[in-house]
C-alpha cells in the first residue's frame, strides 16, 4: 500500500482506490491484488461493499479478468459500464447457474479471461448458493494452479461462508 504522488510507471502497477484525509491518492498494487490476499472490514455502512466495487472497476478497465461472488445482488451494475457476465438464479442475470455449471465457470473465467459476477442472492435453496460457491472456488483454484496464472475471486460477505463461532462447512474449507 502506497500514498504518495504516483509516477507512469507506478500507474501501471497500482490502481488508486481513494484518497487519505490529507489528499493524497491511495493505491494498491495490482500484482499483490491478483496473486495476495486482501480483507476489507469495517462496520455497517462504513464503505466495505464500495471500495470492493472501486478495486473491481481499476482492475476491470485495465483488463484484469475476476470473479465477484455477489451475496446481496449488489455488482450487477458493473455491466453498466463493463463487458461482464452476470451469472446466478434470477431472471436478471444473462445466465442461470447451478452447481453443476462451476467448471464451466471456472473456465470462462480463468482460461478465457471473461469477468463474472455470480450472482447467488437468488438462490432460495441456500445449500445449492453454497455448493456453487464451493465448486467453483475449487475449479478455479485447480485451473488457477495449472495455468499458474493471477486471479482474483472478490467474495462479498466472506463471513457468510467462515462463520466466527462453529464449523467451517465445505464451503469455508475451501
Known amino acids: 500500500m502506497k500514498m ?18 490529507a489528499g493524497v491518492e491511495y493505491t494498491l498494487p495490482i500484482e499483490e491484488l491478483l496473486t495476495g490476499r486482501l480483507f476489507v472490514t469495517g462496520k455497517s455502512g462504513s464503505g466495505k461493499s464500495n471500495s470492493a466495487s472501486v478495486i473491481a472497476e481499476e482492475l476491470l478497465a ?38 453443476e455449471h462451476a467448471g464451466k465457470i471456472a473456465e470462462l473465467a480463468l482460461e478465457k479471461h471473461v469477468p463474472i459476477i455470480l450472482d447467488v442472492s437468488g438462490y432460495v435453496d441456500g445449500g445449492e448458493a453454497d455448493a456453487l460457491v464451493r465448486e467453483t472456488a475449487r ?36
Open 139 to 174: 475449479e478455479l483454484f485447480a485451473r488457477e494452479q495449472q495455468a499458474l496464472q493471477p486471479f482474483l475471486m472478490v467474495v462479498e460477505e466472506i463471513h457468510e461462508y467462515l462463520p466466527q463461532r462453529g464449523s467451517l462447512g465445505e464451503t469455508g474449507e475451501v
Open 62 to 99: 485495465r483488463g484484469h479478468p475476476l470473479l465477484i461472488v455477489d451475496v446481496d445482488g449488489e455488482y450487477w451494475g458493473l455491466k453498466e459500464e463493463f463487458e461482464i457476465l452476470h451469472v446466478g438464479a434470477t431472471d436478471e442475470c444473462d445466465l442461470q447457474v447451478g452447481p
Open 4 to 21: 504518495s504522488e504516483p509516477d507512469h510507471e507506478d500507474q501501471e502497477r497500482h490502481i488508486t482506490v481513494g484518497e487519505t484525509d
